[in-house]
């Protein structure tokens, strides 16, 4: 299966700035998934990206938000704009798994904005 | 809609006991369905699968019984080591569909 390549793992923010998060696939892949974990609280979807077009993003969630971009089919890249409190969260990027079925994560992205 | 629910945690447990971790599921259709587990600091690993009723999804001692009449999938270990320790996700994918994931129970096994 993929191997993603996560980063940063951990960040600590100001309120009001943006931090961007990398995915690294080490194979080519038509989606990437963006999911935010809140603490005790299941996996939510942010958005789907797909190269070479906007990303599709879940009800609650907007591009000026949580830009994403996918500039070819082993990266992309979510960004977590003008920050609050509220933001802090487990990002993680996925793909699907090749043939055994189910997804592969990256590992996570641990975001605290004071 | 699809929803999964997990029993609520965290399971603490001896080391060699036996571990149950609950999961009920809703469906339209005829789902597969899935474990993870997220060992501290790092993201989410497949840790077993089953695709259809009554097959049994197995890994690293854990198992787990796609029970469509009880709408379950069940995670049992018979001997849970320390190094078991993790949050435990069970989640659901009908065809192609994104997966629809539980709220995860977090596992400490003591010495």
């Known amino acids: 299966s993929a191997v993603i390549s996560q980063k940063p793992s951990r960040d600590i923010c100001q309120r009001g700035t943006s931090l961007t998060i990398q995915c690294q696939v080490d194979?080519?892949?038509?989606?990437m998934f963006w999911y935010r974990q809140q603490p005790g609280q299941s996996l939510t979807l942010i958005a789907t990206?797909?190269?070479?077009?906007?990303?599709?993003?879940e009800s609650g969630f907007v591009i000026d938000k949580f830009p994403i971009s996918r500039p070819n089919l082993t990266f992309s890249t979510l960004t977590v704009s003008n920050m609050s409190p509220e933001d802090s969260s487990i990002y993680l990027c996925?793909?699907?798994?090749?043939?055994?079925?189910?997804?592969?994560f990256g590992s996570g992205t641990r975001l605290t904005v004071v | 809609g699809d929803s999964v629910t997990q029993m609520e945690g965290p399971v603490t447990l001896s080391e060699e006991a036996c571990l149950t971790i609950?999961?009920?599921?809703?469906?339209?259709?005829?789902?597969?369905l899935f474990w993870y587990v997220q060992y501290p600091g790092e993201g989410l690993q497949l840790l077993l699968k089953?695709?259809?009723?009554?097959d049994k999804g197995s890994n690293k001692g854990f198992e787990a019984t796609y029970r469509k009449e009880t709408t379950s999938f069940h995670l049992e270990k018979g001997s849970v080591q320390v190094s078991d320790s993790a949050v435990y996700f069970c989640?659901?994918?009908?065809?192609?569909?994104?997966?629809?994931f539980g709220r995860g129970t977090s596992l400490i096994v003591h010495p």
């Open positions: 996925s793909v699907e798994g090749q043939g055994a079925g189910g997804y592969t």
């Open positions: 194979s080519q892949v038509t989606m």
């Open positions: 990206a797909n190269q070479g077009s906007e990303a599709t993003y």
């Open positions: 609950n999961c009920t599921y809703t469906a339209t259709g005829y789902p597969s």
């Open positions: 089953a695709t259809k009723a009554d």
């Open positions: 989640a659901l994918s009908e065809g192609s569909y994104i997966p629809t």
